[in-house]
Every structure is written in structure tokens, then in C-alpha cells.
């Protein structure tokens, strides 16, 4: 899996850890390949975070390609994909999917929390779920900061951003490059 920075160390069992969460997610979201695009391009973010920041980055990483997991549940069962519906459905597809891959309780229950809360800010006081925070903004800002002036998207990111790696990120995608 090149798509981690060398920096961040992950064990050639934890990579093949991490091809089957990847693996698991995409048959998940079957051929919504919106869906799995976007989880993905979060993990690739969380990726480039990792270097920057003291975390876990097997948690990291598995938790960006599972922060969405819930959202065809909540499509089904609610009729709508509001984060509080995600957040609901989201932790039971992610702990199966993670039970079958034979990961550790604990490890399961951290994932969870962070995919049960993702979209609730400063939910969980840990470096993982700030950087999953950061990582999905620099995927979902770029659909809605261009139609914003360069001072909005200045204040915006203040605003958002949980990790100063995420902010100076963003930062150069929405205003350095993106006003260029
Ligand atoms: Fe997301």
C-alpha cells in the first residue's frame, strides 16, 4: 500500500490488515463508487496528517475508510443520511466488519467511537478522531469553499479545522492554490 507517507509506521501484517478493511468497506458500499471515493480520498488525507501528528495510524486508517459505513443503513432506515443517522448506523457495520477481520475488542470499540461520532464536533478527545475531523473537511471543502470568498474560507478553516497539519493543508488547497 504506497499511499501512506514513509514516515508513518505501519507493519507489513498491519498493511494487509488495512487491504482487507479497504477490501470490507468497498464490497459494502457495493457500486456506490461516490461512496467509496470519498473514503478513499479521506484516508489518503489521514495518511498525510499521520506524519504530523502522535497517533495510531492503524486506528487512523481504518477509521477513515469506515467513518461512512453507516450511511446506506441510514438512507434505508431513516430516508435520510443526516450525520446523527450515520452516526447511529454506522458503528454496528463497522464493528462486524472488523469482528470478521479478527480484530481486538478494544480496538473495535475505538473505531466505533470514532465512526459514532464523526460528525459531531470535539466528540472524542483523542488524536485520531482529529485528524478523521480534518481529513473528511479537506475532502468535503472542496465541493463547497470555491463559491466563497478568500476571507470566509480564512475564517471557516479557523473555525473547523482541529489540527494545525489540517489547518496549513487546507489552507494551501483553498487559498494559496485554489486562488491562483
Ligand atoms: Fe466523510
Known amino acids: 500500500m504506497q499511499m501512506f507517507d514513509l514516515l508513518v509506521n505501519i507493519s507489513p501484517k498491519q498493511k494487509v490488515f ?22 478513499l480520498q479521506v484516508s489518503r488525507y489521514a495518511g498525510k496528517l499521520l ?64 465512526v459514532g461520532n464523526h460528525h459531531t464536533s470535539c466528540a472524542v478527545d483523542s488524536a485520531e478522531f482529529r485528524i478523521i475531523w480534518d481529513a473528511d473537511a479537506l475532502v468535503n471543502f472542496a ?11 480564512e475564517a471557516l478553516l479557523r473555525r473547523h479545522m482541529v489540527t494545525e497539519a489540517g489547518f496549513q493543508i487546507a489552507r494551501k488547497l483553498f487559498l494559496e492554490e485554489g486562488k491562483s
Not at 447511529?88 to 478494544?106: D, H, K, T, V
Open 18 to 39: 488495512l487491504s482487507a478493511v479497504r477490501a470490507a468497506m468497498e464490497q459494502c458500499f457495493g457500486a456506490d463508487q461516490r461512496r467509496i471515493d470519498h473514503a
Open 143 to 153: 465541493e463547497v469553499l470555491p463559491a466563497k470568498s478568500a476571507e470566509q474560507v
Open 51 to 114: 506524519p504530523y501528528i502522535e497517533a495510531d495510524p492503524v486506528l487512523t486508517l481504518t477509521s477513515a475508510y469506515l467513518h461512512d459505513i453507516g450511511i446506506h443503513e441510514a438512507e434505508r432506515k431513516h430516508g435520510s443520511n443526516a450525520g446523527n443517522w450515520q452516526e447511529l448506523e454506522g458503528p454496528p457495520i463497522a464493528s462486524a466488519i472488523l469482528a470478521e477481520l479478527g480484530a481486538e475488542c478494544r480496538f473495535i470499540e475505538l473505531v466505533a467511537e470514532i
